[in-house]
């Protein structure tokens, strides 16, 4: 049996925020890194959405081609998910040349099949922007439940699909002007001609979530509809045919695709150009897509109508939909910057303190709400007073106390090897179902025993009454250790990666927990350190504080250790090898220095000579292209600079600002 995982690809045009991760690619990478464990055949799938509305928007907005939208944020997105300890096999990107074949490859079997026809439509056209608009371009009011907001595809309060004109008062979302209806043409899917295959299909799922198999029954037994799968864009997958030149797929028939060209592009890299087949192609696969509650109807209804109507790909076997995470009792709102960016938390705290807090409270079944005073709780008084500690005391019991070396009696306590060998059972029946937050909480009750265990046997105690007693007290102290750090892997593996360190022990797999004779080749521990560090108040007051645009309180004498000084400039050239590096020579008054700026895409080094700058003068130097920078020159702009700041009036080089 092979496991064939994916996550539902992100769009690349914004970073990853906590409600992404904890609606699919936590839960995802738990139970691949499970799976991988058991050592069982598990690829996990992904890659960058690249295509649609969101992307050109995002363009239009900064005033940038599409391409260098995705391919900033295929980046961003792919780094953050590493640095925060997802996995993938393989991490693609719908703008390969490879995916759109595949995509077009696609459309033209079911097209040939009779289940795409040409049809002429009225559409929305903004008269503003000369533009026919595709559904992510509208918003307007839902005409189910009057949320003010609903894009012109979906409402993302109800969860109902809908087409542009069901909106009430719709607008251009470029613009905001109301379009008018003009006639082109499209090409639909004949989704309607599927609706009792998918009924009976998804009839038979009962192990499947309620929250995605009523739903989608729900939503079947309304009646299908056939949807228009093409998009007047200048953005996406050609449409493969003479007479649509101008014409794109719908990011939503392109995108799922993505995942058997990840899949065929994971299978060349390993130089196994057919290996792709062996999980698509093959009923002995299952087939599994982890996605948030949004995307629940193009998942399970319009993605396995797809496969159906080509024939040769197996159907997902299960997908496991959670719910919305709330930020702070609201919901996450990119446009008010109302959300916690993966990016900008982990150059803050370690991953495994989310990994953690999110995987406690996963949305499984309904929406819950992240706060960061309960992410604190959690870290200091689970993470660090229960896990933490067990780990540490009795590492550092035997490095103080046995002389840093590993115990010899290994006489089992068979009351330890029956607590070790129930938690695991029961942990993997709750992955097996996808229950990863009932998973953790059972992990969490080999620490609490061990704490309880190590105060019951007092080695401190022992060890001057009965060293025999003692040392196994510590072995079996040492061997929950050891079988935690394997268990808890799959949440935390940047922390058992340290225990491995602590214990001086290779990496061991899941069903290797009970075993022991081989597991302390090396007598002694490695480096021990504090294995959770708690965080402090004012760690998560400043967190409180950048929400929705939240600024940092300081001081006035906060304020007076920055040096800002007037200064001319003499002289300015660009960086060689750089479009937006400037060397600025620039009078300070009493001497002359050297500045770096990124402003090149801005002015022209001439445009700059003679001017008044604003100066951070007690700047540490550092070094930008082998060029040292002696201090920082300030500039309006968020994504890059668009002014500098100077004077209104002529002021000596060096003045102070005050």
Excluded at 63 to 82: C, G, M, Q, T
Aim: net charge positive; proline share 5%.
């Amino acid at each position: 049996m092979r496991i064939l995982v994916t996550s539902a690809l992100p769009y690349a045009n914004g970073d990853i925020h906590l409600g992404h991760l904890a609606g699919c690619y936590l839960p995802a990478d738990i139970y691949v890194r499970y799976q991988k464990s058991k050592k069982r055949d598990c690829i996990h799938i992904c890659g960058t959405d690249e295509h649609g509305v969101p992307i050109i928007i995002a363009a239009l907005q900064k005033n940038i081609s599409p391409k260098e939208v995705v391919d900033h944020y295929h980046e961003r997105i792919k780094k953050a998910f590493f640095d925060f300890g997802i996995i993938f096999d393989n991490f693609s990107r719908t703008s390969l040349s490879l995916h759109h074949k595949i995509s077009q490859n696609f459309f033209l079997k079911i097209y040939e099949k009779g289940y795409i026809y040409k049809k002429k439509v009225k559409q929305f056209y903004c008269e503003n922007c000369q533009l026919f608009l595709a559904d992510r371009y509208i918003y307007g009011t839902c005409s189910y439940c009057q949320n003010p907001n609903a894009r012109g595809d979906q409402c993302e309060v109800c969860g109902r699909w809908l087409e542009p004109e069901e909106l009430i008062t719709p607008k251009c979302k470029i613009c905001n002007n109301p379009p008018v209806m003009r006639e082109t043409f499209h090409y639909y899917f004949a989704l309607s001609k599927f609706k009792e295959q998918l009924a009976n299909w998804l009839s038979t799922k009962e192990n499947w979530k309620d929250n995605v198999r009523k739903f989608s029954l729900g939503l079947i037994n309304q009646g299908l509809v056939d949807r228009a799968i093409t998009r007047d864009l200048p953005w996406g997958v050609k449409v493969p045919l003479r007479e649509a030149q101008n014409k794109v797929l719908y990011v939503w028939f392109d995108a799922p695709i993505g995942y058997i060209s990840s899949t065929v592009e994971w299978a060349e890299k390993n130089n196994k150009i057919d290996l792709w087949k062996e999980y698509w192609l093959s009923s002995e696969t299952k087939l599994i897509h982890f996605i948030g509650k949004d995307n629940i109807v193009f998942h399970a209804i319009v993605w396995p109508a797809m496969l159906m109507a080509h024939g040769d790909y197996i159907l997902p076997y299960d997908i496991p939909a959670n719910e919305f995470l709330n930020l702070e009792g609201k919901k996450f709102s990119t446009s008010e910057n109302w959300a916690v960016w993966l990016p900008e938390y982990l150059k803050e705290f370690p991953p495994d303190f989310l990994r953690y807090a999110l995987a406690t409270i996963l949305p499984e079944t309904s929406d819950v709400d992240f706060t960061w005073k309960d992410f604190q709780i959690k870290v200091n008084n689970e993470l660090a007073n229960i896990l933490g500690n067990f780990v540490n005391r009795v590492l550092l019991f035997i490095k103080r106390s046995l002389k840093n070396k590993i115990p010899e009696n290994w006489e089992l306590d068979n009351e330890v090897l029956h607590t070790i060998k129930e938690v695991k059972e029961k942990t993997e029946s709750f992955l097996e179902k996808f229950e990863i937050k009932n998973g953790l909480k059972e992990l969490m009750k080999l620490p609490a025993y061990g704490n309880r265990y190590f105060d019951h046997k007092a080695p401190f105690k022992t060890l001057k009454t009965d060293l025999k007693e003692c040392q196994r007290t510590i072995a079996n102290c040492l061997l929950l250790i050891k079988s935690m750090e394997i268990l808890f892997r799959p949440y935390l593996p940047f922390s058992c990666e340290k225990i491995r360190k602590f214990l001086n022990i290779e990496k061991f797999e899941w069903d290797d927990v009970l075993e022991k004779d081989f597991l302390f080749k090396k007598p002694i521990l490695g480096e021990i350190e504090i294995l959770f560090d708690k965080i402090p108040d004012e760690k998560i007051e400043l967190q409180l504080k950048k929400l929705k645009g939240g600024k940092m309180e300081i001081t006035i004498d906060d304020f007076k250790k920055i040096d800002l000084r007037v200064g001319k400039v003499l002289n300015c050239e660009k960086v060689k090898g750089s479009d937006k590096l400037l060397v600025l020579e620039v009078d300070l008054g009493k001497e002359l220095r050297q500045i770096v700026a990124g402003i090149g895409e801005t002015y022209e080094p001439k445009d700059l000579i003679g001017k008044n700058v604003i100066i951070v003068s007690n700047l540490v130097p550092i070094k930008i292209k082998g060029i040292e920078s002696q201090g920082m020159l300030l500039a309006v702009g968020e994504e890059k600079p668009i002014a500098i700041l100077t004077t209104d009036r002529d002021a000596p080089p060096g003045s102070i600002i005050r």
